[in-house]
């Protein structure tokens, strides 16, 4: 009950204000990151974890989902990091959304749909406007975003143990992707929720590695640059490893990741060496 209290709308969600904000947020929760939860990789060969294959995210874990902000500087002068960073935000919050409001009355959204859904709510949000083509381009960049530089030396090293991608992206989306990337020769196979039909971090989508590799859970390691999809996959039984680049705190809605890294370049150091097969 409306008590006389006046409440401001929060402008995160209202034209430019958006763009104000989302650039406030991040220096505060950036240098909150840093001065309280500085990223603490372990590299002691003492806390090494045994694991028979790995699982990778693909979106901000193997490819930088930023590396869009160059064109999207071009396109929006002034304003590239803040739409980056509300696209990829929406696109996240979306999938969480879609797999709650799943039904026989609602039609499955893939990550291709959600993504597109996402650019046009933050294009809307910060008051920006795109022609046709220049809003094609941009979307397009999704196919062709950059690895981190670390990846495919990283990936090289830790054969031979099988190493997959799990990813909310759809097969049309990923392949081209790893294709493009040059990622082919560093990777056994790609895995996409569609399968499963519902978004991380639902266990289904992490069955889908168990059923894949015939592995127990505890055996394969997941990685990803997202924690919650690490503390998902952790609940589902995976032995986990988050990559925290932005030193950020760890998510508090379940059990810690196993391991914390700075960079991929961390996880050999993290890996008990293979025994050779008998």
């Known amino acids: 009950m409306n008590q006389g209290v006046t409440r401001k709308c929060n402008p995160y969600f209202f034209g430019r204000g958006a763009e104000v904000a989302t650039h406030r947020q991040q220096r505060t929760v950036k240098s ?37 902000t160059g064109l999207a500087e071009e396109l929006a002068p002034g304003r590239g990091p803040a739409l980056s960073q509300l696209w990829r935000a929406k696109q996240l919050e979306y999938t969480w959304l879609g797999s709650l409001m799943t039904a026989p009355t609602v039609a499955w959204s893939d990550f291709a749909a959600v993504t597109e859904q996402a650019l046009d709510f933050a294009l809307s949000a910060l008051a920006i406007e795109l022609d046709t083509a220049a809003r094609a381009r941009l979307s397009a960049a999704y196919l062709g975003l950059a690895p981190y530089p670390d990846v495919v030396a990283t990936l090289s090293g830790l054969a031979p143990r099988p190493r997959w991608i799990l990813s909310n992206g759809t097969q049309a989306m990923l392949e081209p992707l790893v294709r493009q990337s040059g990622l082919t020769p560093f990777l056994d196979g790609v895995l996409s929720v569609d399968a499963a039909g519902i978004y991380k971090p639902s266990p ?58 700075n960079t991929l370049g961390d996880l050999p150091s993290l890996l008990r060496p293979m025994q050779p097969s008998s």
Request: net charge positive.
């Open 32 to 68: 909150r990151a840093r001065r309280n939860f500085p990223a603490q990789p372990m590299t002691n060969p003492d806390t090494s974890l045994d694991v028979e294959a790995l699982v990778f995210d693909a979106y901000g874990t193997l490819f930088d989902v930023h590396s869009v």
């Open 204 to 261: 289904r989508v992490y069955q889908l590695a168990v059923d894949r590799l015939r592995l127990p859970p505890r055996r394969i390691g997941f990685v990803s640059s997202n924690c919650w999809d690490a503390v998902g996959a952790k609940v589902f039984g995976f032995t986990t490893f988050w990559i925290n680049r932005a030193a950020a705190p760890v998510d508090r809605h379940g059990p810690a990741p196993d391991r914390i890294m």
